[in-house]
């Protein structure tokens, strides 16, 4: 691509992913989803800190603003790596294939561009889950004017979460059998996505309770 997503105002982004080229897709889209969900964190953070109802969470309120901050900007990295690494696939599936040698050159290239493929999104869901974490350590605590943007933080960072797995489970299929990624990669996204549900929910809850 010429251009990095996160320079690109927001209309002509989501224009862009709305064409038939499937360069940006849905694994950047994730990663998007989870930088929005940690800019909302630091967003309430910073309506937070310093009023007098937060002088007891002051220096956990920074350690949020700092891990949402760093997990924006990694987010942001991951929306760009996802794109290229795709691309490379793409290109990859698109080399010669008339000879023996091309043939195997081709799968070598689409083995090691496929795994780049999977190590992106699994990397977006990391950070993914991360930013969900500070949604619920801030829901209790942040400026009750503020405290629906928690909300929309939490389900932004849970949806990048699993909009991430389902990029990586695509390219599962696609990896080596020896290749140690193939299992690793899915046991660690059953640990990330486990309970999922439940936590969405708790958070729902604590968000409903103190908008009230």
């Given at each position: 691509?010429?251009e990095?997503?996160?320079?690109?105002?927001?209309?002509?982004?989501i224009?862009?992913?709305?064409?038939?080229d499937?360069?940006?897709?849905?694994g950047?889209?994730?990663?998007?989803?989870?930088?929005i969900?940690?800019?909302?964190?630091?967003?309430?953070?910073?309506?937070?800190?310093?009023?007098?109802?937060a002088?007891?969470?002051?220096?956990?309120?920074?350690?949020?603003?700092?891990?949402?901050?760093?997990?924006?900007?990694?987010?942001?990295?991951?929306?760009?790596?996802?794109?290229?690494?795709?691309?490379?696939?793409?290109?990859?599936?698109?080399?010669?294939?008339?000879?023996?040698?091309e043939r195997?050159a081709?799968?070598?290239?689409?083995?090691?561009?496929?795994?780049?493929?999977?190590?992106?999104?699994?990397?977006?869901?990391?950070?993914?889950?991360?930013?969900?974490?500070?949604?619920?350590?801030?829901?209790?605590?942040?400026?009750?004017?503020?405290?629906?943007?928690?909300?929309?933080?939490?389900?932004?960072?849970?949806?990048?979460?699993?909009?991430?797995?389902?990029?990586?489970r695509?390219?599962?299929?696609?990896?080596?059998?020896?290749?140690?990624?193939?299992?690793?990669?899915?046991?660690?996204l059953?640990?990330?996505?486990?309970?999922?549900?439940?936590?969405?929910?708790?958070?729902?809850?604590?968000?409903?309770?103190?908008?009230?």
């Amino acid at each position: 691509m010429d251009e990095r997503l996160a320079d690109l105002p927001a209309r002509q982004l989501i224009e862009r992913l709305a064409t038939s080229d499937p360069i940006p897709g849905g694994g950047s889209a994730a990663a998007l989803a989870g930088a929005i969900g940690a800019a909302l964190v630091q967003m309430v953070v910073a309506l937070t800190a310093g009023r007098p109802a937060a002088s007891e969470h002051e220096g956990a309120l920074d350690e949020i603003r700092l891990t949402a901050l760093a997990a924006q900007s990694d987010l942001l990295a991951l929306a760009e790596l996802d794109a290229a690494a795709y691309d490379a696939v793409v290109s990859a599936r698109r080399l010669p294939r008339e000879t023996d040698r091309e043939r195997q050159a081709r799968d070598v290239q689409i083995a090691a561009t496929t795994r780049e493929a999977t190590m992106a999104p699994l990397e977006t869901a990391r950070r993914a889950a991360r930013v969900l974490e500070l949604t619920e350590q801030l829901a209790p605590i942040g400026n009750r004017n503020a405290i629906s943007d928690v909300g929309v933080g939490a389900l932004l960072a849970a949806t990048a979460l699993r909009g991430a797995g389902l990029n990586v489970r695509i390219n599962l299929p696609y990896l080596a059998d020896d290749d140690p990624l193939r299992a690793n990669a899915a046991r660690e996204l059953d640990d990330l996505l486990a309970g999922l549900d439940g936590r969405e929910h708790s958070i729902r809850e604590t968000v409903a309770g103190r908008l009230g």
